[in-house]
């Protein structure tokens, strides 16, 4: 079992920035890859970017050239780096690990982000 725990979330006028982090319980370099997702009302849960343990890393098109996904191995921790923040990217942000670079097996609890326009 693995326990990841979210952090970073919060309110941030449109054009800001912030960082989120998932710290996670187990050696992350022994996953297949982490993720970030995100959950707006009354949306489905969905990718926002992920990276592979072999450091290959993919981001939904909405937020490419604005967010960046990053791993600090000897920390255990997954960072999500979010600048040039839209009211649009407001919801819930999940942290996820998989055993495999295309499942995620383990959530955390989710952070809120809020984009004020």
């Known amino acids: 079992q693995v326990q990841l725990v979210e952090s970073g979330g919060g309110l941030v006028p449109a054009g800001g920035s912030l960082r989120l982090s998932c710290a996670a319980s187990?050696?992350?370099?022994?996953?297949?890859?982490m993720a970030w997702y995100r959950q707006a009302p009354g949306k489905q849960r969905e990718l926002v970017a992920r990276?592979?343990?072999?450091?290959?890393?993919n981001y939904a098109d909405s937020v490419k050239g604005r967010f960046t996904i990053s791993r600090d191995n000897a920390k255990d921790t997954v960072y999500l780096q979010m600048n040039s923040l839209k009211p649009e990217d407001t919801a819930v942000y999940y942290c996820?690990?998989?055993?495999?670079?295309?499942?995620?097996?383990?959530w955390g609890q989710g952070t809120q982000v809020t984009v004020s326009s």
């Open positions: 187990a050696r992350i370099a022994n996953l297949g890859a």
């Open positions: 996820g690990a998989g055993f495999s670079s295309l499942s995620i097996n383990f």
């Open positions: 990276i592979t343990n072999g450091g290959s890393t």
